[in-house]
């Protein structure tokens, strides 16, 4: 305590507070407002606080909010592109760092450039393309155009070459396949990275509002950024239910980010470095 | 029969050969809707084409004249510059500061920084709900709060003049924290022996920052701001949650146009919709182009 603080440090210390003020205060507000009753919502002037709290909301928004199919929803289509994309991404990631054969470097640039093209420049034809192979308002229909990403192929295939030289022919001296060389010997050895790859693409397919905005149509395959938009679009439900439901929606991943943290930031950082 | 199928097989076991099958699934799902969708683009913004699918035929480079004197579309890029002129500024500049605050690690600046990206991994729906809860006119908290500091009550979302504004701040407050991981990194992948000569060298800590740290994460930066902008070019969600495009369509943006067009408003015109998104692939491919240019100069000059 007996560190002198200079105006720079105090300034510099009074505004991260403020700031941290700034990003917190809506949280606490939506946790606090989630359990206020109905009739708060209509007092003026506006209070932050209620003068009782209750689960009402949480109670209510079941009936009105499809919010049990929008979860499920939401939890197949962001955990299914979470598990193939995965798989994918570092099988190919894994034969463009580690395998030699005609085309790899042409190849490995082609993936970079549809890195480049953004979603809302495709959506046309895909809702076109998903819709002709029947796969519109379908989990499949969801899955799919997203079972592979160009990010993740680039993140494993920078891992992989990171991997010691001659890891495989320790594998080919006992007999593996190549098939088994990258499941058995070279898969254990990249977890990290993967639980890396495999949040940042449960983070943005659970977040994604216009992709399944466009592949859905009933409000059964909704996922909750969908649905939730949807429902408040037509402004006419109540205050507190739709606030009991955006807390719930964010909720699942506050956990995920609370528990593994390193990997948010892992994912996000290195996406940085690829320039 | 069974020897030659096994012989088969072995020679599908040897590395060159064994990387097509390794590579074949991802690439062919970036081909099926990536590459595809890419090229189909260009073909359905010549035709005449609805929701329904159904095509009336090849119209040629029609869209493309209707995109020029379409006054819709050129307030939606009037809109759009607007947010991103004044979004990307205001994102960079607090992320950098925040990043140099934050950037060594104590366990203070550690806490601070891990609370910053939270809202980063919150979709823009739920804290678009939030936001239109607490910015609305009648009910919301921070309209009374300007009115209790003596200030005008604003409509924020409602207003046409305060919707843009509104938005903006709503996507720096979500976004700013995505940056700041990035900037975080940059600067902490800096040698620290850089700072020591600069300190024996005399020089203080602003002259350090101008002079070591920004020039050293030029890379860093150049691909936040570069990748921001491209971010703001596509706004949509946030926009979507909060105003729908209005009041009186001033926050309608180029994307919401093309979601309008396309899905919301008859005739569903897909292929006008489809040239658009031409437009603005166009449009990005070309302020990429132009900002990493001006970028690699800036490191190239720095060196």
Not at chain 1, 137 to 153: K, M, V
Request: charged content about 15%; hydrophobic content about 55%.
């Amino acid at each position: 305590m007996g560190r002198k603080w200079t105006w720079g440090q105090a300034i510099g210390c009074l505004l991260t507070a403020l700031l941290l003020i700034a990003v917190l205060h809506p949280f606490l507000w939506l946790v606090v407002a989630a359990f206020k009753p109905e009739n708060e919502f209509m007092k003026y002037p506006p209070t932050v606080f209620a003068s009782s709290y209750g689960f009402d909301s949480f109670i209510r928004v079941w009936d009105t909010i499809p919010l049990v199919a929008f979860f499920r929803n939401t939890i197949i289509f962001s955990a299914g592109v979470m598990a193939i994309s995965v798989l994918l991404d570092s099988m190919a990631g894994y034969a463009f760092a580690r395998l030699r054969f005609k085309g790899n470097k042409t190849l490995f640039t082609l993936v970079l450039i549809t890195m480049m093209v953004p979603f809302q420049v495709l959506m046309i034809p895909l809702f076109v393309e998903v819709f002709k192979l029947g796969m519109l308002d379908t989990y499949w229909g969801l899955i799919i155009p997203r079972a592979a990403s160009a990010f993740g192929i680039y993140l494993m295939r920078s891992f992989f070459i990171s991997l010691p030289k001659d890891l495989e022919e320790s594998g080919r001296v006992d007999g593996f396949n190549e098939f088994q060389i990258y499941w058995r010997l070279m898969l254990p050895l990249c977890k990290p990275v993967m639980i890396t790859l495999g949040i940042f693409h449960l983070m943005n397919n659970w977040n994604d509002l216009l992709y399944p905005l466009m592949l859905t149509s009933s409000t059964e395959m909704r996922t909750l950024s969908a649905g939730l938009a949807m429902f408040v679009g037509q402004r006419n439900i109540e205050y507190g239910p739709t606030l009991a439901a955006s807390l719930l929606a964010l909720l699942p991943l506050l956990i995920v980010y609370v528990f593994a943290q390193r990997f948010f930031v892992q994912g996000v950082a290195t996406s940085g470095m690829k320039g | 029969m069974r020897r030659s199928l096994r012989s088969y097989l072995a020679g599908w076991n040897r590395p060159e050969r064994a990387a097509y099958l390794f590579i074949a699934p991802a690439l062919a799902i970036l081909l099926l809707f990536t590459v595809v969708p890419l090229l189909a683009t260009l073909a359905i913004s010549t035709m005449n084409m609805d929701v329904f699918l159904q095509v009336k035929g090849f119209i040629g480079l029609d869209h493309f004249e209707r995109l020029l004197g379409d006054d819709r579309l050129i307030d939606a890029i009037k809109h759009t510059l607007y947010f991103a002129g004044v979004e990307v500024p205001l994102q960079i500049i607090l992320a950098l500061l925040t990043a140099v605050y934050l950037s060594r690690n104590t366990r203070w600046r550690k806490l601070l920084r891990s609370v910053y990206f939270v809202p980063s991994i919150c979709s823009f729906t739920a804290i678009g709900i939030v936001a239109s809860f607490l910015l609305d006119p009648q009910t919301g908290v921070y309209p009374a709060y300007l009115v209790n500091l003596g200030l005008p009550r604003l409509e924020f979302f409602r207003d046409p003049a305060w919707a843009m504004p509104s938005v903006i701040a709503l996507t720096v407050w979500r976004s700013f924290g995505y940056s700041m991981i990035i900037l975080v990194a940059g600067i902490q992948s800096i040698p620290d022996s850089y700072y020591e000569a600069a300190q024996l060298d005399g020089a203080g800590k602003a002259r350090q920052l101008f002079s070591i740290t920004i020039p050293m994460l030029m890379p860093s930066l150049s691909f936040c701001v570069i990748t921001t902008t491209i971010a703001a070019m596509q706004v949509f969600d946030q926009i979507f949650v909060t105003t729908q495009g209005g009041p009186l369509n001033k926050t309608e943006t180029i994307v919401g146009y093309i979601y309008n067009t396309g899905f919301k408003m008859a005739p569903y015109d897909l292929g006008y919709a489809s040239a658009i998104s031409v437009m603005l692939f166009v449009f990005i491919m070309a302020i990429t182009l132009v900002m990493n240019r001006y970028f690699l100069r800036r490191e190239a000059d720095m060196a």
